[in-house]
Structures are given as structure tokens and as C-alpha cells.
């Protein structure tokens, strides 16, 4: 299965709000790109991958909190969070910021509501890694990436960091 290049922290398409997905409209072309999706998180070992990730700007993301073990293969299209509640503050990463990590706060527990992949409404509750991977999807199909989270400070230190990162980036 083809591997597709994630897109880096400082390209477009990581900045734009992502457009809603017509599901009819990409039905077709739906279980192969989610194919090639799932192929190219679990290749980088990530728990989630968001379509902008792979330069498509719709709102379509993954999401396997425990690839270990036995998965749960989440599709979530339009996802909204209905519910927000309590906070954490752990450390996180991106697939677009490789080697970057950040201890960045998050609601503990969020419900969601979203498509599948063939495009039934579901809805679900999410707490500790799975709440965060929620957050940190839905905020890349609106355009925000998990360093927009940090203080100025630790933001500037983030990004001397990136700077030199950079320059092994693919
Ligand atoms: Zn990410």
C-alpha cells in the first residue's frame, strides 16, 4: 500500500479551515484514499492523520489510539464537538511537526459526532489519549496545529527548535 508525504508544519494546507466533505460526492473515491490514509499513520506509528496532513483540505481525519493492540479504526467526517469537560495537560506530537514535543492543554473528556466511512452519523465519547487525538484532528481540519496551543514563550522555543529540525524534514 502507497505510503502518502505528510505535509509539513509551515505548508498551506496545514493553515487553511478545511471545507465540509459532500459525502456523495467523494463516495467513490472514499475507501481508497482511507486505505491509503490508514497505511501511512500506522507506517510513522502515528494515532491519528487528518486529511490535510496529506494536502487534501476537506474535513476528513483517522484516528487508532491503540494500534498495539487490537485497533480502533475511527473514521470521523464533519466531526464537531457536541461536549467539552475537565482538563489535562499532557505531551504531545504531530506527524507534521516531526521530533516536536509539548505538554499541551486539552478538555479530558469530549463527545463527538461525526460521519463514518459510509456515511452514517455516529456519536462518541472520548477521554484521555482518544479526547486528545479528538482535539488534536479537529483542530488540523481547522487549520491549527498543537504548537498554536503553547505560550508565547514556549512557542518561541518551540520554533527555534523547528528551525533546526527543518532541515531533515521530507
Ligand atoms: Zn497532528
Not at 52 to 58: A, F, S
Not at 116 to 136: K, S
Not at 141 to 149: C, E, P, S
Given at each position: ?10 505548508e498551506?494546507a ?8 459532500d ?18 499513520m ?73 460521519l ?8 462518541m ?18 487549520g ?27
Amino acid at each position: 500500500m502507497p505510503s502518502l508525504r505528510i505535509t509539513k508544519h509551515g505548508e498551506p494546507a496545514l493553515k487553511k479551515v478545511s471545507a465540509a466533505v459532500d459525502y456523495d460526492a467523494i463516495r467513490r473515491e472514499l475507501p481508497r484514499l482511507l486505505k491509503d490514509m490508514w497505511a501511512t499513520m500506522y507506517a510513522v506509528k502515528g494515532v491519528g492523520l487528518a486529511a490535510p496532513q496529506v494536502g487534501l483540505n476537506i474535513r476528513l481525519a483517522v484516528v487508532d489510539v491503540r494500534p498495539e493492540s487490537k485497533p480502533q479504526r475511527l473514521v470521523l467526517i464533519n466531526p464537531e464537538i457536541l461536549a467539552r469537560e475537565g482538563t489535562m495537560f499532557e505531551e504531545e506530537g504531530c506527524l507534521s511537526v516531526p521530533g516536536v514535543y509539548a505538554k499541551v492543554k486539552r478538555y479530558a473528556r469530549v463527545r463527538i459526532r461525526a460521519l463514518d466511512a459510509r456515511g452514517r452519523p455516529y456519536e462518541m465519547d472520548g477521554e484521555g489519549l482518544l479526547a486528545r487525538a479528538f482535539q488534536h484532528e479537529v483542530d488540523h481540519l481547522d487549520g491549527r496545529l498543537f504548537i498554536d496551543h503553547l505560550t508565547f514563550v514556549d512557542k518561541l522555543k518551540v520554533m527555534s527548535l523547528i528551525k533546526d529540525l527543518r532541515k531533515n524534514w521530507t
